[in-house]
Nanobody, 122 residues
Framework: QVQLVESGGGLVQPGGSLRLSCAAS????????MGWYRQAPGNQRELVAA???????NYADSVKGRFTISRDNAKNTVYMQMNSLKPEDTAVYYC????????????????WGQGTQVTVSS
């Protein structure tokens, strides 16, 4: 059974930094892309950043230059360093694994983590 376990959220002052981690566990054959989405109250879930197994990266315009996503393919883990945080970055951040293929089925589907709260406030 596949699980995505996130860590690293919390409360930080404006201008501060946080580092999110997400580890995918289970009998995993491959993962095409891993990334982070966020959802603030009253808003739709939106892509923050994603990285493919080959290293192609996509950022939301709102976080370019402030957030850095990275990935350890051997550990099926994705990280996101968030610097210069703003109050508008406050949201629940969800880890996503796109087209994760398990060894048992050799079929791919998307998986989500449970979410971690990031609050930017003074």
């Amino acid at each position: 059974q596949v699980q995505l376990v996130e860590s690293g959220g919390g409360l930080v002052q404006p201008g501060g930094s946080l580092r999110l981690s997400c580890a995918a566990s289970g009998s995993i054959f491959s993962i095409y892309a891993m990334g982070w989405y966020r959802q603030a109250p009253g808003n739709q879930r939106e892509l923050v950043a994603a990285i493919t197994s080959g290293g192609w990266i996509n950022y939301a315009d709102s976080v370019k230059g402030r957030f850095t996503i990275s990935r350890d393919n051997a550990k099926n883990t994705v990280y996101m360093q968030m610097n210069s945080l703003k109050p508008e970055d406050t949201a629940v951040y969800y880890c996503n694994a796109q087209n994760l293929i398990t060894r048992a089925t050799m079929l791919g589907r998307d998986y989500w983590g449970q979410g971690t709260q990031v609050t930017v406030s003074s």
